[in-house]
């Protein structure tokens, strides 16, 4: 094991430049852990300093190099890959050596829900991953967030238009978790792990069909939402969405009366490359279209949701809680009979 001497404890953030990696940094910081980020280039580097880490790594995940650089002297460890990376178990076996070689106490290992679903392989990537970790000999936990409610809000031009797109089903359900209760528990675990070595805890907080989601944003933005199905494959073949951007387009003068055709054109701009997937690697973009195809015809159910909220000694956070909240933050009116 490796001599920390007597400085403060370490505790790394893969992955620290993400939706939960990012949220686990902030909470960790704000409890005056001292936290080293790992992020994949200067822009999230300036971003993790803003959100308190007190050291920055900035490398490539998948580079062996980069992440024994990351761990040097580290005593535990939150790891989130990013999404954009399919094969995670080469990841996680260099992780494992960089801990050992630290010494590193504890693994928080941030999976999915339903990790077992054989026609995801996105999910069954995280599933040798968890028994990598959990077989490794380092005490370590896993986590298994449902669909994050953050997933939804990449459309928020459109959102303010009238209409809430996604590519899958309006109709099929979906296990929903506001990302920001998750980085809450997991900096909760990270900075006090006695007790949860070898737990699995599914993260969920409620089931919604994107319709039940559309209305509570039409009560929440005061103006009718539309639920839109765009095609799972739209991302590989853009001409698959121009008949659902047509609908999008109706919906949206229909709703806002012609109000709203600013945010409506930017959206419709950017929708082939929300969260920058022109930019992935074709097996990155084939995996995410098995996932939305997946959702389009199965949905995803919700885990346990009796965990995390005893985890966060508190009820988890709300979908119309979460909508009202985002909504502020963005500067958008709140209806009073959504607060």
Not at 23 to 44: C, I, M, W, Y
Not at 243 to 251: C, E, M, S
Not at 264 to 287: H, I, Q, Y
Request: aromatic content about 6%; proline content about 6%.
């Amino acid at each position: 094991m490796a001599d920390r001497g007597e400085g403060p404890t370490m505790i790394v953030v893969t992955g620290a430049g993400g939706g939960v990696g990012r949220h686990v940094a902030r909470e960790l910081s704000e409890r005056g852990e001292t936290v080293r980020a790992f992020v994949k280039n200067d822009e999230q580097a300036r971003s993790a300093r803003v959100e308190g880490a007190t050291e920055v790594v900035v490398g490539d995940i998948r580079s062996t190099d980069d992440l024994a650089a990351a761990m040097r002297g580290a005593s535990r460890v939150f790891h989130v890959c990013p999404t954009a990376v399919v094969r995670e178990v080469g990841i996680a076996e260099g992780l494992i050596d960089a801990a050992r070689a630290n010494g590193v106490e504890h693994i928080v290992f941030n999976s999915v829900i339903h990790p077992e679903i054989r026609d995801l392989p996105h999910h069954q990537e995280k599933l040798r991953v968890e028994r990598l970790l959990l077989e490794s000999g380092i005490p370590a936990t896993v986590l298994r967030p449902s669909h994050f409610m953050q997933n939804y809000v990449d459309f928020w031009d459109l959102m303010l238009a009238g209409t809430l797109p996604y590519p899958s089903s309006p109709t099929s359900v979906m296990g929903v978790v506001d990302a920001e209760d998750i980085g809450e528990v997991g900096a909760m675990i990270t900075a006090s792990p006695d007790g949860h070595a070898g737990k699995v805890y599914d993260l969920s907080t409620e089931e919604l069909t994107r319709h039940e989601m559309a209305a509570i944003w039409s009560d929440v933005l005061g103006h009718r939402m539309s639920a839109v199905r765009l095609p799972p494959d739209a991302m590989k073949k853009p001409l698959h969405g121009l008949g659902p951007a047509a609908t999008i387009a109706v919906r949206s003068l229909a709703s806002t009366k012609g109000s709203a055709l600013r945010p409506m054109f930017r959206g419709l701009a950017g929708m082939p490359n929300t969260r920058g997937v022109r930019n992935w690697p074709e097996e990155s973009k084939d995996c995410y279209v098995a996932m939305m195809s997946y959702y389009d015809k199965n949905g995803l159910p919700a885990g346990d949701m009796t965990v995390l909220p005893e985890l966060l000694g508190r009820p988890a956070t709300g979908y119309r809680e979460f909508a009202v909240r985002e909504a502020a933050r963005r500067g958008s009116p709140v209806t009073s009979s959504s607060r």
